[in-house]
């Protein structure tokens, strides 16, 4: 039996490491192996865009240990930073969330007591406001002065165009985000880079005789078996963005029967620094052509890179300008803003700029019925990534571990395995 396994990111991989035994395997990757996870790698290996994991990732967890890394994996309780008038304040204790000058203290407690309503809401509750839009529902709970002074900033760092995002999104993010620790978040890293699981991935893969090959599907056809870039196959995975799928073939979209879904972009611009920009927190939410500042070396030690290193991070959608212009010019508008919290352009040692079209969908109104189910209505033709359930009310590595695990037991039982 063959399968093609388009897309040789987290969702791909874990679904080829879980039918390597039962499918002789070819997959396809256009860019590189990791797709939103991988990495730049000079001396040292950092991905592209800002990664970290949580406690509650389980199935994450799981697959670094099966690969053997788990020595690698080091937790770390990060502080948080909120801008307010050009300055970064730190929001981690009671004190320090008390001195935050950007909001009075009535709206901190308002904030607090939502926060708490928040974790004790479960998925029914969510659903119910699956169709009422964040802002609508912001308005209604905390009044438009908070959502104005809090929320927009957030929603527009996060979204860019974020009037339809459902407030059933936001509830279950803030749900989840709100379980800190006391001084801070703790989170989870695979030291020296989770270029390392892709690593192992890849090796124990091509020892299983799966074929990972490099370069575009471009052509996906039903002639009595499955036919993609010319080579016949019983079924097809497939992971890349949903939008790529309407390009290689429009009509296919119909057959299948899959939704379309909206998508966000994703910019970063990983810089090394001569100067730290905080004395200690990792994440400052900021309100400027970027919407974070995320300084990695404040989570993993200096001396694992030998420099300081940070990412000026925002997001925006397709069809955007920023997404057009040039490499060097997006660079020089992010570089302009960074000014404002002490970093000069000649304090700047080097700057890359990575941007990715199709980073995550945007958790529109009514976005519960358009997640992707990973049969799709053409037998032998299977769905699975960031449009399915367990990425689901947040893209992240360890929904897309889930989705290629969970894929891979719906593809074993209708081929018998
Ligand atoms: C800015 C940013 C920060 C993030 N931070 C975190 C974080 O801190 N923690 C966390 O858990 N998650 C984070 N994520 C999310 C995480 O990276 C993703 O959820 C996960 O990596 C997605 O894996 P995937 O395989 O589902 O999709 P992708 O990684 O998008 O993989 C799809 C693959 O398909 C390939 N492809 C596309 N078109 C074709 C084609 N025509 N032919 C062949 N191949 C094709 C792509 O090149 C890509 O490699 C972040 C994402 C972004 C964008």
């Known amino acids: 039996m063959k399968l093609a396994v388009i897309g040789a990111g987290l969702t791909g991989l874990s679904a080829a490491y879980e039918l390597k035994d039962c499918f002789k395997i070819k997959v ?6 990791g797709g939103l996870a991988s990495s730049y790698c000079p001396s040292y290996c950092i991905e592209k865009f ?85 802002v609508e529902g912001i308005k209604k709970e905390l009044g438009e002065r908070l959502l104005n002074s809090f929320f927009v900033p957030l929603l527009r760092s996060k979204f860019g165009d974020y009037g339809n995002v459902s407030y059933a999104w936001l509830l279950a993010r803030v749900a989840i985000r709100g379980n800190r620790k006391a001084g801070g978040e703790e989170l989870g890293y695979l030291r020296h880079g989770f270029q390392q699981l892709f690593d192992r991935m890849l090796d124990e893969l091509e020892s299983s005789n799966v074929e990972v090959v490099r370069g575009a599907v471009k052509k996906v056809e039903r002639t009595g078996n499955w036919v993609v870039n010319g080579e016949s196959f019983d079924a097809v995975l497939w992971t890349a963005p949903i939008p790529v799928l309407r390009c290689v073939n429009d009509r296919l979209t119909e057959v299948l ?3 379309d879904v909206k998508y966000q972009s994703s910019i970063c611009v990983l ?22 500042v995320i300084e990695h070396t404040h989570f993993m030690p200096f001396e694992d890179y030998g420099e300081n290193l940070i990412y000026l991070a925002g997001y ?36 890359r700029l990575f941007r990715a079209k199709y980073s995550g969908p945007v958790y529109e109104r ?43 037991e719906v593809i074993k039982s209708d081929f018998g395995f």
């Open 366 to 408: 009514g976005y519960r019925n358009r997640i992707t189910p990973y049969r799709s209505k053409a037998e032998g033709f299977y769905i699975a990534g960031m449009t399915s359930k367990p990425n689901y009310p947040e893209r992240s590595m360890n929904g897309s571990v889930k989705s290629g695990r969970e894929v891979a």
């Open 50 to 134: 800002y990664h970290h994991c949580f406690r509650r990732d389980e199935e994450l967890i799981q697959l670094i240990k099966r690969l053997g890394l788990h020595s690698k994996l080091v937790w770390k309780t990060v502080r948080t930073g909120q801008e307010f008038g050009g300055k970064i304040y730190p929001v981690n204790t009671p004190l320090e969330i008390l001195r935050y000058p950007g909001m009075s203290i009535m709206d901190k407690v308002k904030l607090a007591l939502f926060t708490l309503k928040c974790r004790k809401m479960n998925e029914e509750d969510f659903i119910r406001y699956d169709d009422v839009s964040a």
């Open 316 to 351: 925006t959608y397709p069809e955007s300008e920023l997404m057009k212009l040039s490499s060097r010019d997006v660079i020089r508008i992010y570089l302009r803003d960074l000014v404002r919290f002490g970093v000069k352009e000649e304090d700047v040692r080097w700057a």
């Open 271 to 292: 810089l090394s620094s001569e100067k730290e920009i905080t004395e200690d927190i990792y994440w400052s939410n900021v309100n400027c052509s970027f919407g974070a």
């Open 257 to 259: 029967g899959i939704k």
């Open 28 to 33: 396809f990757e256009k860019r590189e192996v």
